[in-house]
């Protein structure tokens, strides 16, 4: 398995393997006969839908070849298949970009119906595809694909084109993510490098959180960070909201009008007083990196919950419930991602960065909102 890079920020390769590694696990990354790997691939792509579906272990009992890629996952990874089955499929809904201090970015003019803008309607969120594939056997993989859709006028959301498509993958050693944690629940959170404008190091947190009332509900918010002289700043902020809409097909179908999610960058935002104050962690889960854990993906095992003290520092609050915070305290840099439900409960991602830069924990937990005393 490929071994974590000493510094996130540090140059990585461009290369993207395509899906297509996934359904067929015996072309190897650098194989020649592999040509969308010959060369580096541009950051976008537009990649066609195939509805063949992946299955490790279907592929190695109809082709005795293809037996080696069925070996157990090590027993640091023994819930990847849980992970893999809960997270792979079409995820299907709504994103949108927000500045470091809440504020949605509308989309650009030229992507908006001529309509909207006579009307004067300000458009704020992309429709949006996530196919997601994780192998279920073999070597551990998560893959997906960002597809975003031009904004429509009325129902024509079945026939949406698109816009982009830009595709992740985690566990090759031709990805680009520096670090995985990840949840039995399919979340997750996950560190990518990422090459900016005028060749800007960015890395971007990205923290998957799966409605716990709701396992075909989940939310996604990518902390866009720089990277400055004495440390890291907030750049931008993304966030998905997403559902389940079966097993995954490549992006090949949309929900379209029948879609279970609307935009929502414009709407209400959570209030900074449902944030802020004690809180009492319930569950608690940790991946650790260092110089003596150095793979990419780890599973997060249970830990000992705390209590935690929030207040407005670094304190970003967002629509659909959310909140994000992004600190740096003696030099260590803490990103984290709340999602608040009913009478002051709340899931939390949480990401811890030393101050040269280098990963040194990932976190999941449940908390509720406690009185001071407490």
């Known amino acids: 398995m490929a071994l974590l890079s000493a510094n996130l920020l540090s140059p990585n390769k461009t290369l993207i393997p ?52 069925t070996k157990p996952f090590p027993q640091t990874l023994s819930n990847w298949g849980e992970f893999a089955r809960r997270v792979s499929g079409e ?22 119906p001529e309509a909207f803008r006579e009307w004067g309607v300000e458009v704020f969120d992309w429709q949006t595809q996530c196919p997601t594939l994780a192998s279920e056997s073999g070597d551990p993989v998560l893959c997906y694909k960002l597809i975003k859709l031009l904004p429509t006028v ?17 566990g090759s050693s031709e990805g680009r993510v ?40 989940r939310v996604r918010v990518i902390q866009v960070t720089a990277a400055e002289e004495e440390g890291m ?16 097909r490549n992006g090949e179908q949309l929900g379209g009008c029948a879609i279970r999610e609307s935009g929502f960058a ?54 659909k419930q959310l909140w994000c915070s992004f600190k740096v305290d003696d030099g260590e ?5 709340g999602w608040l439900f009913d009478h002051g409960r709340a899931i939390t991602s949480r990401c811890l960065l030393s101050k040269d830069r280098k990963l040194k924990e990932m976190a999941f937990g449940h908390e509720i909102a406690v009185a001071e005393d407490a």
């Open 18 to 69: 395509s899906l297509d590694l996934l359904r067929n696990p015996n072309l190897s990354p650098i194989s020649p006969l592999n040509p969308l790997l010959s060369s580096p691939p541009p950051k976008r792509l537009v990649v066609s839908a195939s509805s063949s579906s992946f299955s490790a272990a279907a592929a190695a009992s109809a082709d005795p070849d293809l037996q080696e890629i």
């Open 91 to 112: 995820w299907d809904g709504f994103g949108a970009e927000f500045t470091p201090e809440g504020n949605p970015i509308e989309l650009p003019e030229s992507v908006v």
């Open 154 to 170: 009325g129902c024509e959301a079945d026939a949406a084109t698109r816009h982009s498509v830009e595709e992740r993958i985690a």
């Open 178 to 217: 520096s670090a995985l944690g990840f949840d039995p629940s399919g979340s997750y959170v996950a560190a990518w490098p990422v090459d900016g404008q005028g060749g800007k190091k960015l890395l971007e947190v990205e923290h998957c959180l799966v409605d716990p009332a709701n396992k075909e509900g």
């Open 233 to 248: 700043r907030l750049e931008a902020i993304r966030v998905f909201s997403e559902q389940w809409y079966g097993p995954f």
């Open 266 to 319: 414009s709407s209400s935002a959570l209030r900074v007083s449902d944030v802020v104050g004690v809180w009492q962690g319930i569950t608690s889960s940790v991946a650790r990196f260092g110089a003596e854990q150095m793979e990419i993906l780890q599973e997060l095992f249970p830990s000992k919950p705390g209590k935690i003290v929030r207040d407005q520092l670094g304190l970003v609050t967002l629509p």
């Open 333 to 337: 840099i803490t990103g984290e991602v």
